[in-house]
């Protein structure tokens, strides 16, 4: 799989993980989700930290965080 296709489903995940961070804060569910909200924001950040090192090219790094959210759970196919 080519890193900007790659790319590309990442930035969709992303979008899918902020809205569903926002309904869970919108649901204001008792006891509040903390677990779910922290997977989140942990995913969010490791695919912002993945499109940082995809722009300056540097690709081991990109790899080492697609390792990452993997090991997180989030799959890309």
């Not at 995809?54 to 993997?70: K, N, S």
């Amino acid at each position: 799989m080519d890193v900007f296709e790659v790319l590309g489903k990442l930035q969709l995940k992303e979008v899918q993980i902020e809205k569903k961070i926002q309904s869970l804060i919108e649901a204001n569910l008792d006891p509040f989700p903390m677990d779910r909200l922290q997977k989140g924001k942990v995913l969010l950040s490791l695919i912002r930290e993945f499109k940082m090192h995809v722009d300056a090219d540097d690709f081991i790094q990109a790899g080492m965080r697609l390792r990452d959210l993997e090991l997180e759970g989030l799959h890309i196919k």
